[in-house]
């Protein structure tokens, strides 16, 4: 069993920063890509950043510049640290990893934490 937790959601002003934070637990042998995704009402869950197990790194065109993807091993955690947040930032952000399990590989999805941007 393999539980994922997002956590650092809030409300902020246009040009403020947050941070999200999301951990796995559970028994795996690894995890191989960590993701973050958003999902605005009405629109498609979209990918926002990810990273591999060998720390490359992805963005969307929409966060680059302004949103940083990095990992701890240590801790199974993934961050995402959002800078220059606009109102169109505004949805529910998920997490999503991929864990090795014997020989396997499963993907996971957090629950979810909602980020509000004013203007």
């Known amino acids: 069993q393999v539980q994922v937790v997002e956590s650092g959601g809030g409300l902020v002003q246009a040009g403020g920063s947050l941070r999200l934070s999301c951990a796995a637990s559970?028994?795996?042998?690894?995890?191989?890509?960590m993701g973050w995704y958003r999902q605005a009402p009405g629109k498609q869950r979209e990918l926002v950043a990810g990273?591999?197990?060998?720390?490359?790194?992805n963005y969307a065109d929409s966060v680059k510049g302004r949103f940083t993807i990095s990992r701890d091993n240590a801790k199974n955690t993934v961050y995402l640290q959002m800078n220059s947040l606009k109102p169109e930032d505004t949805a529910v952000y998920y997490c999503k990893i991929e864990v090795v399990i014997t020989t396997h590989q499963y993907q996971y999805w957090g629950p979810g934490t909602q980020v509000t941007v004013s203007s």
């Open positions: 559970g028994t795996f042998f690894s995890i191989n890509t």
């Open positions: 990273i591999t197990s060998g720390d490359s790194t």
